[in-house]
């Protein structure tokens, strides 16, 4: 029976990534599952009588469970039957949907890409219909939404202890990737037994960047398909769409975030067709986008897109 994972209490984890955490749930490779989650601690909930409903599984998470040094509750970890370091996750995300009728936005003085645009900060809480897909802003715009999960991450190794989920990494993640809606397929290494995958940071709408810090966070609903790639040897995500590949580089110097990011394209391209690096190279400046994943997640990101009609014609 496909696995249906609900965040209570006892399936969540907040605000970090640790190799040692025990899984919550075992699949094997080519399984589905639905992962429900939710977003935001005790302070990012809309007050009462404002016609947006709390879940009663996120009030108990709040209660019960202990945040740690990131803000995201992350449903999980699923660990995958057989997966070793080395391996590979194809994750393969085959819908993703709006699970609550609310999201909020949040600017912390000091943060974000402008840290001084907005010296007081505040929270607004934003109504979301579900049934339109739209979410509502305070001046009346009305926003398409576009629901992806911002964090999709495997463990890191063991030995790298408990990691803050702000900071993406070779596990992936806090990537923030608006690219990864439904449809997307995103590969993800493995660097300890049983991958331990975890989702959360669900986001309704957000721009390349996510420059105010946050964007539309809120609870979603993804289904997934989950494949074990062995020996895979992957030394970080990347992605795909039926339109592109894309590549993604994670440093505190957005320029250096560019050239992993632009140095994974071009082993990508030289793999998949025989170019040499610098044709590649050439073929990355004609025909590849680099775009700006996120500016507020400490290790700024890049992602380089392709258009998967580049990668064909070469001798």
Request: hydrophobic share 45%; proline share 9%; charged share 20%.
């Amino acid at each position: 029976m496909p696995l249906d994972l609900f965040p209570t209490p006892e399936c969540v984890h907040w605000g970090f990534f640790d190799g040692t955490l025990p899984p919550v749930a075992e699949i094997a490779s080519g399984d589905v599952v639905t992962i429900h989650t939710v977003s935001g601690g005790t302070e990012d909930l809309p007050p009462d009588g404002r016609g947006m409903t709390v879940r009663p599984e996120h009030r108990r998470i709040l209660a019960a469970v202990e945040p740690g040094p990131g803000p995201h509750i992350m449903t999980g970890p699923i660990a995958v039957r057989g997966a070793e370091p080395g391996d590979a996750l194809r994750v393969e995300i085959l819908e993703v949907s709006l699970r609550d009728d609310w999201g909020f936005n949040l600017i912390r003085p000091g943060a974000g890409a402008l840290p001084d645009l907005a010296p007081g900060g505040g929270r607004i809480h934003l109504p979301i219909d579900r049934a339109r897909g739209v979410i509502q802003m305070p001046w009346g715009l009305e926003i398409p939404a576009r629901p992806f999960f911002g964090v999709i991450g495997t463990a890191p190794p063991p030995a790298d202890g408990r990691l803050t989920s702000i900071v993406p990494g070779a596990f992936g993640g806090n990537i923030d990737n608006k690219e990864l809606t439904a449809g997307a397929v995103l590969h993800l290494p493995v660097w300890t037994a049983g991958a331990l995958l975890s989702v959360g940071d669900g986001h309704a709408a957000q721009g390349d960047g996510e420059v105010c810090l946050t964007a539309v966070e809120t609870g979603l609903t993804g289904r997934f398909r989950v494949e074990l790639v062995k020996g895979a040897g992957l030394a970080g995500p990347w992605a795909e769409t039926a339109d592109h590949v894309i590549t993604m580089g994670f440093d505190p110097d957005l320029d250096e975030a560019a050239r992993i990011a632009l140095r994974a394209m071009i082993a990508l391209i030289s793999g998949r067709t025989g170019l040499s690096a610098e044709e590649a190279y050439r073929l990355c400046s004609v025909a590849a986008d680099l775009r700006v994943t996120q500016l507020v997640n400490r290790h700024k990101g890049i992602h380089a897109l392709l258009p998967r009609w580049a990668l064909h014609g070469a001798s």
